[in-house]
Every structure is written in structure tokens, then in C-alpha cells.
């Protein structure tokens, strides 16, 4: 067992004390933080002092901070809990629900909820003592008759915005989501009693068997079969709360039984293209998940979109396009690999399939404009564009399927380009 010198601390050490409370925030806002890695952080701010703020930042950051994902609830948490001297009374404006036109309206940043729950920890901050009691008890009488419910304020909340608690309701939500498709209408032919065409063949039949004489014409409709569902989800860095959430909805959607989809296929891209479909065929969803996470090598890392387009065009898609599939694109389109290969892989993939959706996150912004080189590569090869930050806008997806001729936010872009 590796053994410790003992710190030069003072008889009081406050700051060591300081350091555990703040590796214990950590810890509930998600961090997996032991107290091995407590006892490093202590030592290496002995060794490198505590003159500079800065340095202070970087050397609990390089001791707390083991994955990607964990850098931007750090940031936070350290901001909250280190350099905001009014943290409690921010954390408590967050936590609150805001009044519109009585508090400040501001968006939460990303993981700002998770880090002020994670401090706040079921605490109420402290009123001072000098606080003159009202002689009168006050009530206030609010109608919320027709406000807005907090299952329909998740539905349009976006994804990085949310707290710990919320993307887990926000899982149960995704989780009785439906797809539904249209069928489509085959070469194939079936008897029936009602159809608009005829069938002389089997008519011809039928008259042989009662000697020539024509009694009733057969009919025959075309038959009704489901088409495929193609997903291609960017798991790089900037998209990875969005395809943890996505996945999510995908798992729902192939292991749901009467949707109408025939097949649902599932890849993950992001330096490199990776086939997860037979992860997300399993029963339970976090295990389906931890199987496609530990599939896909390149999760959180850099974004080669037209290579990897490249590799399904070339690999898979007359595997898994036939039959009219549908095909769903989700990333944000910011690549800075050649724009001409990428414009020319999503053409060819448009070509392939029946239909092709693009969902990108960036359109929850208002003032969103396809300035990006590879979203405006992207843009006139698809068949609708449309935003995919919430629960709400993932609902909106059973409208673009039903209505072929939905282009979603294509032609408004299009214009500014």
C-alpha cells in the first residue's frame, strides 16, 4: 500500500477542509471523485501554492477531472463555489422558478443546474437575524390554472440545459415516445374484395371453374409494407449531451413493437463510423447504452463527418437503404474537413434513401444562419432540416414523417445563404 508524507498544513487547515467540501460537490454533480483523489488535490496545492487563481483552477481541475464531459461541470462548480462570493443567493435565483417580468430572465448555462444542485444539496440560505417580522401576515393568491405545467416546460427545455433530476425525467419521457410511419404502398399485389383494379388472371381461373361463365371480377390492391429507419448520431464533443439523449429515444423506438418500422438501424460517428444496432436491441436501456458507448471508441473526440458519410455510403448503404428507408442525420454540421467531399457524400446519401432528416441542435437559436463551411455543404442535399435540442422538437418528428413534403427549416436557411 502507498504510503503518504504528511502536509506541511497549518494546525487549522481550513483550506484542506475548503477542498473536501468542494470534492464532495463534485461528487453529487456526477464527478466520480474517491478520497484518493481528495488527498492528490490537497497535495498538489501545497506544491504548487495558492498565490494564483488561475494555477488554483488548473491543479484541482487536472485532479478532479478525468473525462471530457466532466470539464464543463467543474468549471461551474469551481465558479460557483470558489470565486462567486453571492453563490448562495445565485444558486437559489436558478434553483427557483423565475416570474416573468419580476426576475432577470437568463438562460442557465450548460451544467449550471446540475452545479448549483450539487452545493445547495437540500440547504435554504440563511436570512439575517436583524430581519423585521411583518406585523401582518401577508397571503398571496396565484391561479395557475393556465400555466404552464412542469412536464411541458421539460418538453421544450433544452438538453444541455437541464439538471440531474430533470434529464432523468426527461428519459422516462423519451422512453414512451412513439414513431410512427406511414406505410408504403409495394408493386406487390393482394386479393381483396374491394380494390379498384382487377385481376383478369384469377378471374380467368374462377370462370374456368364453372365451365366459361363470368360471374364476379377479382380484385387486387397493391400491398402495405414499413419502411427501414436509418440513424447516423454525432457523438463527438460538442454533441454529447444531445446523443446521450438521443440514443435514448432510439432505444424506444426499436424496442417498441407496432410502430410500423420494419428494421431500425443504428450508427455513431464521429472520427470514425460505428455500428451499434445490435446494442440497441437489448431490453434494458442502460445497458444497451454502456454496450454502444464501450462499441464506439471515438465518443466525445474530434468530428470527421464527410469520412465518415464516406464509410456508410460505401459500407453500408445498399445494406440497410433499400425498401424506401428513412434516414435521420443528427449532429450540428460543424466539420472542418473538405466542404466539397461532404457536400458530395450527403447528395449520394439523399440519392440512396427515401427520405433524409437532418436534426441539428444549433436551431434552437434564434439567430441561427448556416454560416458554418460544412452546414451550408450539407443544407441543399437534404430533404428537411429541422431542430433537435428537446423532447418537443423529437415529438415534432412524427410530423416531418407523415408529411413528405415538409422541409422544416430548409427554405428559410437556404434564403440567408
Known amino acids: 500500500m502507498a504510503e503518504y508524507a504528511p502536509l506541511d498544513l497549518p494546525d487549522t487547515p481550513q483550506l484542506s477542509r475548503n477542498i473536501t467540501w468542494f470534492a464532495r460537490a463534485l461528487r453529487k454533480a456526477g464527478l466520480a471523485i474517491g478520497p484518493g483523489q481528495v488527498a ?23 485532479c478532479f477531472c478525468s473525462r471530457p464531459e466532466h470539464l464543463t461541470v467543474f468549471a461551474q462548480v469551481f465558479r460557483l463555489y470558489w470565486r462567486d462570493p453571492r453563490y448562495m443567493e ?13 426576475q432577470e430572465e437568463r438562460r442557465a448555462r450548460p451544467a449550471e443546474k446540475r452545479a448549483a444542485e450539487a452545493l445547495l444539496d437540500g440547504a435554504t440560505p440563511d436570512l439575517p437575524e436583524t430581519l423585521p417580522e411583518p406585523e401582518e401576515e401577508l397571503k398571496i393568491e396565484v391561479d395557475a390554472s393556465r400555466t404552464i405545467s412542469g412536464q411541458e416546460r421539460l418538453r421544450t427545455l433544452d438538453f444541455e440545459q437541464m439538471s440531474t433530476e430533470e434529464m432523468v425525467q426527461a428519459k422516462r419521457m423519451l422512453a414512451r415516445l412513439t414513431l410512427p410511419v406511414p406505410p408504403l404502398a409495394s408493386r406487390r399485389l393482394r386479393a381483396t374484395s374491394a380494390g379498384r383494379r382487377y385481376d383478369a388472371r384469377r378471374t380467368l381461373r374462377l370462370a374456368l371453374r364453372r365451365g366459361g361463365e363470368i360471374r364476379d371480377l377479382a380484385r387486387v390492391e397493391p400491398r402495405l409494407r414499413w419502411p427501414n429507419l436509418v440513424v447516423l448520431c454525432d457523438i463527438s464533443g460538442s454533441m454529447s449531451q444531445y446523443s446521450r439523449m438521443v440514443l435514448h429515444f432510439l432505444h424506444a423506438v426499436s424496442n417498441a413493437k407496432g410502430q410500423g418500422w420494419a428494421q431500425v438501424h443504428a450508427f455513431t460517428f464521429g472520427t ?12 434494458d436501456v442502460d445497458a444497451a447504452l454502456a454496450a454502444a458507448g464501450a462499441e464506439a471508441q471515438d465518443w466525445e473526440g474530434g468530428t470527421r463527418i464527410g469520412a465518415c458519410l464516406r464509410a456508410f455510403n460505401r459500407d453500408w448503404s445498399r445494406r440497410v437503404l433499400g425498401q424506401g428507408a428513412v434516414v ?18 450527403t447528395e449520394r446519401l ?19 444562419a448556416p454560416k458554418a463551411r460544412g452546414i451550408a455543404a450539407m443544407l441543399p442535399h437534404v430533404d428537411s432540416f429541422r431542430a433537435g435540442h428537446s423532447i418537443a422538437s423529437l415529438e415534432a418528428l412524427a410530423t416531418a414523417l407523415s408529411r413528405p413534403d415538409d422541409p422544416g427549416e430548409k427554405a428559410r436557411l437556404l434564403a440567408r445563404l
Not at 490537497?42 to 504548487?48: E, L, P
Not at 435521420?328 to 457524400?345: C, H, N, S, V, Y
Not at 439523399?350 to 441561427?368: K, V
Request: proline residues 4%.
Open 350 to 368: 439523399q440519392l440512396s434513401c427515401r427520405r433524409l432528416i437532418w436534426l441539428n441542435p444549433l436551431l434552437r437559436w434564434e439567430g441561427f
Open 328 to 345: 435521420l442525420l443528427i449532429t450540428d454540421g460543424l466539420d472542418r474537413d473538405d466542404p466539397d467531399q461532404l457536400a458530395r457524400e
Open 272 to 283: 470514425r463510423l460505428t455500428n451499434i444496432t445490435r446494442h440497441l436491441r437489448g431490453r
Open 40 to 62: 492528490e488535490a490537497i497535495r498538489a496545492v501545497v506544491a504548487t501554492g495558492f498565490t494564483s487563481r488561475e494555477d488554483f483552477f488548473y491543479t484541482l481541475r487536472a
Open 90 to 102: 445565485h444558486m437559489m435565483a436558478m434553483m427557483l422558478p423565475a416570474v416573468r417580468g419580476v
